[in-house]
């Protein structure tokens, strides 16, 4: 059961400083505390953990091989979310 306290957002409404794990991950950032809300996505009825980029370190870099991006700037982020949004309405109507 998930709490009903907990802030969710739909993804049009996530503030510029909440990101999910996985795109934590792409700027090479790792959390520091828990979860603080939720995206929600209605037409997949699933919802993703939004952490606080305050809350976070960077991650150290490891050797190795990884086919995800662990570069990106918080700037490129919010420049994807905002296509994504703008494809989520494209599709939505």
Same mark, same amino acid.
């Given at each position: 059961?998930? %709490?009903q306290e907990m802030k969710r957002y739909l993804p049009e409404e996530v503030p510029d400083y909440l990101f999910t794990q996985n795109k934590l991950n792409r700027m090479g950032l790792a959390t520091? %505390?828990?979860h603080v809300a939720y995206v929600y996505y209605p037409e997949q009825k699933r919802e993703y953990k939004l952490f606080d980029?305050?809350?976070t370190r960077k991650c150290k870099q490891q050797t190795g091989f990884s086919l995800v991006v662990k570069d990106m700037t918080v700037e490129q982020v919010l420049k994807e979310r905002r296509r994504e949004l703008?494809?989520?309405k494209n599709q939505l109507g």
């Open positions: 059961m998930i %709490s520091t %505390s828990e980029i305050n809350n703008k494809l989520r």
